[in-house]
């Protein structure tokens, strides 16, 4: 069965090799790229002060790459970083912090912006910086000014939609078993590349199923009119290809 990636290319290959080792063949058609922020002022102020802040929070894997491509040393090591908690959405952006000799100190269970908010502690009066892409939701800025806190956020990298590759979208026109989404954006991109390309995202060839990494991105995928969707139970892409692997048994016995 054919499963098409939508995630950045660069970010695919992980992906591609876990759909592989799963039996399926991986198609990939990237319609979203990232790029850091660029002359980002507001992030090199707040990495000189970490000490006014009470938490960093990384949000995604994106960010903590450009955190850390854009300064060497890291600024968690030269001083004004000790003592500073650190918290990661998701165990991919955890597993890069610790690739990067940090180790974070809250990982909520749950891997969604939200679920990080019980795991700070009493946040009145204090900051908390929040490293994140140029488009985010504002579920958790929202929740730390609630309990009191004060959620400085900075726009680290940020989401654009890329070219389509032909070779992906020659496939997508042929027909693919199954699309899988990761983000909101890829979400949104994929149903504008796909119109801009003369396809009917909720009528395509082969009349494929997309499968969603977490509650979010389907709310995305919902709201674009997309049915036909599987969640993943576990917000990574081994969910994504769990989930996969389960539908796809239930149609091959029907």
């Known amino acids: 069965m054919k499963v098409l990636i939508t995630r950045p290319r660069l970010q695919a290959d992980d992906f591609a090799e876990k759909l592989r080792s799963a039996g399926f063949e991986p198609i990939f058609f990237p319609v979203i790229e990232i790029l850091p922020v660029e002359n980002n002022g507001a992030l090199d102020r707040a990495l000189s002060n970490l000490s006014c802040y009470e938490w960093v929070v990384f949000t995604s894997v994106n960010g903590v790459d450009v955190v850390f491509n854009r300064i060497s040393p890291s600024p968690f090591g030269r001083g004004q970083g000790d003592g500073i908690k650190v918290a990661a959405i998701g165990p991919k952006t955890a597993e890069a912090l610790r690739a990067r000799g940090i180790t974070p100190d809250f990982v909520p269970e749950e891997f969604i912006a939200e679920a990080i908010l019980p795991g700070l502690g009493d946040l009145h009066g204090k900051w908390v910086l929040l490293l994140r892409a140029e488009i985010a939701r504002e579920a958790l800025p929202e929740a730390i000014a609630e309990v009191g806190g004060i959620a400085h956020e900075i726009a680290v990298y940020k989401t654009l939609p890329a070219q389509p590759d032909p070779d992906g979208l020659a496939a997508l026109k042929t027909g ?50 997309i049915t036909k969707l599987v969640v993943a139970k576990e917000y990574t892409t081994e969910g994504l290809v769990e989930v996969i692997r389960k539908f796809t048994s239930k149609l091959e016995v029907q």
Not at 200 to 211: I, K, Q
Request: with cysteine; net charge negative; proline share 10%.
């Open 176 to 225: 693919v078993d199954v699309i899988t989404f990761t983000s909101p954006s890829t979400v949104q991109n994929f149903v504008t590349i796909a119109k801009q390309n003369g396809l009917d995202p909720h009528s395509l060839p082969d009349n494929p199923s997309f499968a969603c990494i977490g509650p979010i991105t389907e709310r995305a995928a919902r709201e674009e009119g």
